[in-house]
């Protein structure tokens, strides 16, 4: 039988100091209700002196527990962020010094609120391949460091998070399914960071023009965002000849609850089966799936045997799903 990748070890971090609402009340003009109404956020964490690396490495060494794998046993790390620590070296090599990790490769994937799939669906495919037998993968984010905090369009979506898988090479039934990855670079403009590469190199007038923080055509990007993600989900089901009834839990990507909802209403799921903190996070972009099964696993709320959709839809405009038999 040919190989499979199986999740065995789940673990994430967020920042210790909360921001809610309210807070944000008093630095724009916005209000707790409309960002309610809007987004479903009622509070987000923002990381005080902690870089990216520091989150990925809490998420990392709680899942490298979970699994029961050392560092030095881990064939690959890959962190999929669009807030590293710095553009070069990868958060991942950052990470592999400070996880103590010896033997293995290191780098990162950048497909903004997408990346975390993106990076499984690679994971999955090195360990499908024979060609390596344990990655970490990392979802981790400091948005806080990448919004204009005077804009109130995109100031208060956004929070800080990091959350770590161990997938492991198996023969059984369980594990990863399916991964699916799509982009549509027309829209590469929906949402973007335009100042600090080669476009546009950093200098006091991309400081100035306030070219080093995220823009977003938020309603634009929301209607694509319901109408693909609808798609996605069942085209997902369809090629594994699952149907949505027998699914045990979504967990998508946590950009606005009214997203997370239509998906939902499409699959004819209850929430009570979709996994949601985008209440307690805000958008911590590629965080924002491995936090959620971190908290589903940890709460119990999936078993055995059971069926995981993970999905995602983000900058680039890029989306990706997995199918999990867990
Ligand atoms: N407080 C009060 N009013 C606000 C705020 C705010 N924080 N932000 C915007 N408004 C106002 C606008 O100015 C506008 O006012 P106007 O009608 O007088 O012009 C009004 O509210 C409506 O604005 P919209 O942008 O149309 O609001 P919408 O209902 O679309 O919600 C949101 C905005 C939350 C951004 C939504 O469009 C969304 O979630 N979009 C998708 C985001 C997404 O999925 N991104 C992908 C992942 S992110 C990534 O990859 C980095």
Redesign the pocket.
């Known amino acids: 039988m040919r190989f499979r990748s199986r999740i065995t070890g789940t673990g994430s971090y967020v920042p210790e100091q909360v921001l809610t609402n309210f807070d ?1 009340e008093k630095r ?4 707790d209700e ?2 309610t109404e ?2 479903g956020i009622k509070e987000r964490r923002i990381a005080g002196e902690e870089t990216t690396s520091d989150l990925c490495l809490e998420a990392s060494k709680r899942a490298l527990q979970a699994a029961g794998v050392k560092p030095g046993e881990v064939d690959l790390i890959i962190v999929a962020t ?1 807030s590293g620590d710095m553009p070069m070296p990868s958060t991942a090599s950052i990470l592999h010094k400070k996880l103590c990790a010896k033997n293995s490769g290191a780098f990162d994937v950048n497909a ?3 990346g975390f799939l993106y990076g499984l669906s690679v994971a999955d495919n090195f360990i499908r391949s024979g060609a390596m037998k344990r990655i970490l993968l990392v979802g981790a984010e400091v ?1 806080s460091r990448f919004v204009d905090w005077q804009d ?7 929070g800080d998070g990091a959350g770590a898988v161990v997938l492991e090479r198996t023969r059984g039934q369980r594990g990863i399914l399916s991964t699916h990855l799509y982009s549509d670079g027309n829209m590469w403009d ?2 973007c960071l335009p100042g600090g590469g080669a476009s546009h190199p950093p200098t006091a007038k991309t400081v100035k023009d306030k070219m080093h923080v ?1 823009k ?8 694509v ?1 319901v109408r693909t993600l609808e798609k996605l989900v069942t085209d997902t089901l369809k090629e594994n000849n699952i149907r949505p009834s027998e699914l045990a839990m979504i967990i998508p ?1 946590q ?2 609850l ?2 997370i909802k239509a998906t939902a209403e499409r699959l004819h799921m209850p929430m009570s089966k979709v996994a949601v903190n985008v209440d307690r996070y805000g ?1 911590t ?1 590629s965080a924002s799936i491995p936090i959620a099964l971190d908290e589903v696993v940890r709460e119990e709320r999936i078993k055995k045997d059971d069926y995981v959709l993970l999905e ?7 989306w990706a799903s997995a199918l999990i038999k867990w």
């Open positions: 944000l724009v003009d916005t209000t409309w960002i809007r987004t669009m903004a609120c997408s948005m109130r369009s995109t100031c208060v979506l956004f929906y949402i995220v977003m055509k938020g309603n634009e990007t929301f209607k965002a990507h950009a606005n009214r997203i958008n972009s995602a839809f983000g900058a680039g405009l890029t």
